[in-house]
């Protein structure tokens, strides 16, 4: 009962939204990886799959930008649908393409980069008006739960699908898959109530705060920089040399079943028992075990320290998302002056986000220049396995924000 007694926090938007990042996951679990393992398949070359990752995350950036003055004038609503639409588009280009899909390596990564700015640009504000402080970290544990589900079953799925048909046909009906799930939460995007901020654009306003040493804003954004760089690099690395060492997409799937399934459990419990008061000592424990779990692949390059890297991973990543999602969109709401520049708030912290990111992608691209032995990567991957410190020692400096009532969105 004392799951249920949390879960009724609640409200029918709320399960709304988690309904369409839940539908989002399983689409994004069937396909993400495996997009990169299909580019290495048609062309063996870290360089093009980290210059496909970089572009998406640049182009995610710009669209932030522009996303936001939308969402401003437009509706949040409107702005999901079409992030969810455009990756519609993205695997149904990749059908189109074929095995031309590499060439066009520059336009595929920008176009996903746009749906995902599109798309995370007006959940992480939807997110922010329709939850409170009461129940945000309730509804980040059942978030965290259904990405975790989603990942459980869809990533062995796709193994199988892969495994059991012709290999690139296989990697087509995944795609398929995943272009109709999304448009599902194209569907299901129009029972969302419609939002509408009305106001000026302020964003140079919000960045500035960036700059200003007492701000609590300066240590969120070098605290997205730091938490972008691991993402930038592990979001697609582990697995894809999971794939590289074993030559095998079913084993690959099974690996993201395990991680998923590990990291199903933890954010259970994470959500469930996560106190305000404990944040803190939550977040240190994530950011510390997950440098932790890339000391044996450190030590032996196979694939049993690399299940051992992703697994463990899976095992902390609650400790350290959960607390810093909270602290980040308590902050944006501390006030009524802060809660109505939300949008540009978001915007701000995905630019940082992305930054991070972009300057991982960077270091890697210019590391696999300079060597073609993938066991060099450890060193790498060492380097940023415990960058996510930082961003602990940051959040330390942005004291928990009072438990006051939040200002109702659209309050202009």
Same mark, same amino acid.
């Given at each position: 009962?004392?799951?249920?007694?949390?879960?009724?926090?609640?409200?029918?938007?709320?399960?709304?939204?988690?309904?369409?990042?839940?539908?989002?996951?399983?689409?994004?679990?069937?396909?993400?990886?495996?997009?990169?393992?299909?580019?290495?398949?048609?062309?063996?070359?870290?360089?093009?799959?980290?210059?496909?990752?970089?572009?998406?995350?640049?182009?995610?950036?710009?669209?932030?930008?522009?996303?936001?003055?939308?969402?401003?004038?437009?509706?949040?609503?409107?702005?999901?649908?079409?992030?969810?639409?455009?990756?519609?588009?993205?695997?149904?280009?990749?059908?189109?393409?074929?095995?031309?899909?590499?060439?066009?390596?520059?336009?595929?990564?920008?176009?996903?980069?746009?749906?995902?700015?599109?798309?995370?640009?007006?959940?992480?504000?939807?997110?922010?008006?329709?939850?409170?402080?009461?129940?945000?970290?309730?509804?980040?544990?059942?978030?965290?739960?259904?990405?975790?589900?989603?990942?459980?079953?869809?990533?062995?799925?796709?193994?199988?699908?892969?495994?059991?048909?012709?290999?690139?046909?296989?990697?087509?009906?995944?795609?398929?898959?995943?272009?109709?799930? $999304? *448009?599902? %939460?194209?569907?299901?995007?129009?029972?969302?109530?419609?939002?509408? /901020?009305? &106001?000026?654009?302020?964003? =140079? @306003?919000?960045?500035?705060?960036?700059?200003?040493?007492?701000?609590?804003?300066?240590?969120?954004?070098?605290?997205?920089?730091?938490?972008?760089?691991?993402?930038?690099?592990?979001? $697609? *690395?582990? %697995?894809?040399?999971?794939?590289?060492?074993?030559?095998?997409?079913? /084993?690959? &799937?099974?690996?993201?079943? =395990? @991680?998923?399934?590990?990291?199903?459990?933890?954010?259970?419990?994470?959500?469930?028992?996560?106190?305000?008061?404990?944040?803190?000592?939550?977040?240190?424990?994530?950011?510390?075990?997950?440098?932790?779990?890339?000391?044996?692949?450190?030590?032996?390059?196979?694939?049993?320290?690399?299940?051992?890297?992703?697994?463990?991973?899976?095992?902390?990543?609650?400790?350290?998302?959960?607390?810093?999602?909270?602290?980040?969109?308590?902050?944006?709401?501390?006030?009524?002056?802060?809660?109505?520049?939300?949008?540009?708030?978001?915007?701000?912290?995905?630019?940082?986000?992305?930054?991070?990111?972009?300057?991982?992608?960077?270091?890697?691209?210019?590391?696999?220049?300079?060597?073609?032995?993938?066991?060099?990567?450890?060193?790498?991957?060492?380097?940023?396995?415990?960058?996510?410190?930082?961003?602990?020692?940051?959040?330390?400096?942005?004291?928990?924000?009072?438990?006051?009532?939040?200002?109702?969105?659209?309050?202009?």
């Amino acid at each position: 009962m004392g799951i249920l007694n949390q879960l009724n926090r609640l409200d029918r938007q709320a399960w709304l939204l988690l309904a369409i990042s839940g539908l989002f996951a399983v689409s994004t679990a069937l396909s993400n990886t495996f997009v990169n393992v299909y580019l290495w398949k048609l062309k063996r070359d870290y360089g093009l799959i980290g210059w496909f990752n970089l572009l998406q995350y640049a182009a995610m950036a710009v669209t932030f930008i522009v996303s936001g003055r939308m969402a401003k004038s437009v509706d949040r609503v409107i702005v999901i649908r079409w992030g969810v639409a455009v990756h519609a588009l993205f695997y149904l280009c990749v059908l189109l393409l074929g095995d031309g899909s590499a060439r066009y390596i520059s336009w595929l990564g920008g176009l996903l980069g746009v749906g995902a700015g599109l798309f995370w640009l007006a959940f992480n504000v939807l997110y922010f008006e329709i939850t409170e402080r009461n129940n945000r970290d309730v509804f980040n544990g059942m978030n965290g739960f259904l990405g975790s589900a989603a990942g459980i079953v869809a990533p062995l799925l796709s193994g199988w699908i892969i495994t059991h048909v012709d290999r690139l046909t296989g990697y087509r009906i995944v795609f398929g898959l995943s272009m109709a799930i $999304f *448009l599902a %939460a194209v569907m299901v995007s129009f029972l969302l109530k419609r939002r509408k /901020v009305e &106001g000026e654009y302020q964003l =140079v @306003s919000v960045l500035r705060q960036s700059f200003r040493m007492k701000e609590r804003w300066r240590w969120v954004m070098a605290a997205s920089v730091a938490q972008g760089a691991r993402e930038g690099v592990f979001a $697609f *690395l582990i %697995a894809l040399l999971i794939y590289v060492t074993t030559q095998n997409e079913m /084993v690959l &799937g099974s690996f993201l079943t =395990v @991680s998923s399934l590990v990291s199903l459990i933890a954010f259970l419990l994470v959500g469930r028992y996560l106190r305000m008061q404990w944040r803190d000592e939550s977040l240190f424990v994530g950011t510390f075990m997950m440098g932790v779990v890339v000391l044996p692949f450190v030590w032996k390059v196979d694939t049993w320290s690399l299940f051992l890297l992703g697994v463990g991973a899976a095992l902390f990543y609650p400790l350290y998302m959960v607390p810093l999602t909270s602290t980040v969109f308590d902050v944006i709401g501390e006030n009524k002056t802060s809660a109505r520049l939300r949008i540009e708030y978001v915007v701000a912290r995905e630019l940082a986000l992305n930054l991070g990111r972009v300057l991982s992608l960077a270091l890697f691209l210019w590391w696999v220049s300079r060597t073609n032995d993938w066991e060099q990567l450890r060193w790498l991957l060492l380097i940023i396995g415990f960058v996510q410190i930082f961003v602990w020692w940051t959040l330390r400096h942005v004291p928990p924000v009072s438990m006051t009532t939040k200002p109702k969105p659209g309050s202009s």
